[in-house]
């Protein structure tokens, strides 16, 4: 699509070198052809090799003074059309007074002959033949003694020839503004003496009956040569340079966009000047252009169009056509004044808008389903997955599916901000129902697959993979969208799915040697805790393929586990401590084990700091023999772990074996009053069973 800008940006058509012949202007008609720009001389203009850029358009804003259109012209004494600038007449200003006085003049003034009118025609001096011809047309009414020498059909005669040669050269307006400037003003110049005498005759009370070709109606015949110019020349394909892989309706489209915008910045710059405003020259050209045009895409429009093909008009309509005309000022400011309108009406727009949205969430939702396939292949190939910066990755599915959701949503959003935001919309619903389907198919591959030799890896690169959806929903969609939530909870279910799959061998060893806590009664708890440190330790080096997020992520959950286990030890009433001494040696012994848990934990790159004041406020809970001080501790806890209940409490206080059962009851009654009204935070206890 952006190859068609180049061309539709460029400056006005000029006459190619070579591609128009040149005769004298002197130089006998004959049978006249219908284009006069063909017979008469042009100024050089650019090479048909040449683009045209910016600074060129700028330059032919000034032409050479020979191709510059000459004022308004009007008959002197001795019956030549001069420039108005340049009259004789000094009292009278401006053009309406030096022609009425050269009418005064030009009524003394014996009329030329039909053959020295017809001179006059063959020397191109329409303005002159065009009012000498008013005076011989006058003759014949008033049957003067000039009058009775010619008949009307010997005037009409000439008529006939004038008007040929004059729109004939109006047709070619286009390309005679820069070319032969002064011809195109005789020629305007003519017509406008027509129009002129026109209204002079239709003023007249009653209208003078001899004059029965009056009116002539030459402003309607402009009208209808200027809208066969304008359907001429868009129809005229030729004139524009195919584009490469342009579609034959992409090509009409560019030709007829390049051709209007190039033609009405001709008429802005040097045709609308010639004429009187009452002409409305702008503002004629422009509704012209705008309604083949609008005829044309509104017939492409009604087709059966392939998808490039319906983009490409979408794109004229709501992007091209109201904004690339006028990035020229000048005619920006004439084309504000018209205001054109659509190419399309709303309807057909809209009905087009919902075929190009079809087809395209038809087109990404095809790509998606083919890309997972792929993914599932690849899958189980038995190939190690690649690393990128130390981590497995398997990024290629979420690199096409963001680019294909992505680049529909650019697409679209190029026809126009609306467009845009409905395919966004639409894709957006997409993503969720392509991601279940890929957490599916995960958990059939983990489920199914464990055999396979790079299992781990495959885990731990789909896992990775999920940044990069994450990070797209993230940074693109609204907080308040329920496909974001329905996003980023789908790959939490496959991140966490891969944890767990990954943590279970660990996991599992860990269980043996937590239960020596218990089976030891804590005799020798720092040596299980240095043996829990390094069985944990050599796990984590597998870890490190995750990326950076994930890594810390399965590394909190590794001291969620260490703290829990641990916790779950405390409670499984095996060890009854009926002295503070021996309460006092327990406490120390789960500060130490505590401490060197974080420790590690910490060093590990673990940033659930919420979990480190668990172990050391139930060690401070055992070491405490005073009831108030236990019932603060208890308090102080439950504020900072508000998931433990009454059961957890009484299995963990069974330790305090010298506790009443009056005091184990104002404890735990303590315990119910504090935490009836906490909403649950950061979970902990919530997974432990208390038998």
Known sequence: MMKMLPF??????????????????????????????????????????????????????????????????????????????????????????????????????????????????????????????????????????????????????????????????LKDSILLAKTNPELLQQAVEALKEQEKEDQNYLSETPPDQNMQFRPRKWKELWMATVKESVETRMKDTSRTPRTENLSAVGQNLLHMGKTMKEDLTVVVKYIKQLYPPEFNVFSTYAELYHNYFASQANQTAECHLEDKDIYLLLSWVHNFYPKEMRKDHALAEELEKVKLGSLLPSSLSKEL???????????????????????????????????????????????????????GQERAKAISMAVGEELSHRLWKELPAFLRSYRDAFEDFKEKSKKHTYYKPILIANVNNC???????????????????????????????????????LFAQLKSIYKKFTENKWDSSNET?????????????????????????????????????????????????????????????VSKNA??????????????????????????????????????????????YPDIRKRHLEAFLHIKANLSRSELKSILGYLADSTASTPPGAPLFSNINVS
């Not at 009524?107 to 065009?130: F, G, I, N, R, Y």
């Not at 004041?613 to 019932?631: S, W």
Request: proline fraction near 4%.
């Open 353 to 407: 808008e919902k075929k190009y949205l079809d087809s395209e969430e038809a087109t990404v939702k095809n790509s998606l389903s083919k890309c997972l396939s792929k993914e599932i292949q690849r899958w189980k190939e038995d190939q190690e997955p690649e690393k990128l910066n130390g981590h497995f990755q398997s990024e290629l599915l979420a690199i096409i599916v963001i680019q294909s959701i992505y680049g």
């Open 595 to 640: 401490a060197d848990l974080e420790a590690f934990c910490t060093s590990n790159g673990s940033k659930a700091t919420w979990l480190n004041l668990a172990l050391p406020k139930l060690a401070e809970i055992i070491r405490l023999q005073d009831l108030g001080a236990i019932k603060i501790e208890v308090a102080t806890f439950a504020t900072t």
């Open 467 to 505: 940044w990069n959806f994450r990070d797209y929903a993230e940074k693109n969609m609204a907080e308040k969208d329920d496909n974001k939530a329905s996003i980023l909870s789908i790959l939490g279910d496959i991140e966490n799915g891969g944890f767990d799959v990954l943590l279970q061998p």
């Open 529 to 589: 805790m240095n043996e829990i440190i390094k069985t944990t330790s050599k796990h984590i080096s597998d870890f490190r393929t995750l990326k950076d997020p994930f890594y810390q992520a399965i590394i909190e959950k590794i001291h969620a586990h260490l703290v829990k286990e641990y916790i779950v030890r405390l409670l499984k009433k095996k060890v009854s401590l009926k002295t503070p001494a021996q309460q006092q040696n327990l406490a120390q012994s």
């Open 8 to 169: 539709f940006q460029s400056g006005p058509i000029g006459i190619r070198n070579g591609s128009e012949g040149c005769i004298g202007a002197n130089r006998q008609l004959g049978n006249p052809s219908p284009s006069v720009a063909e017979q008469i001389p042009a100024c050089p203009g650019p090479s048909g090799d040449e683009s045209w850029s910016r600074d060129q358009e700028k330059m032919s804003e000034r032409p050479e003074a020979a191709c510059r259109p000459s004022r308004a012209s009007s008959i002197t004494s001795n019956g030549s059309c001069t420039s108005a600038g340049d009259s004789p007449e000094k009292g009278k200003k401006g053009i309406k007074g030096i022609l009425t006085s050269a009418l005064k003049k030009m009524k003394k003034t014996k009329p030329l002959s039909v053959k020295q009118v017809m001179d006059l025609l063959e020397d191109h001096k329409l303005c002159d033949a065009a009012q000498y011809l008013i005076v011989l047309e006058k003759s014949l009414s008033t049957k003067s003694e000039e009058g009775l020498s010619i008949s009307q059909q010997d005037v009409e005669s000439v008529y006939e020839v004038l008007k040929h040669k004059v729109f004939s050269i």
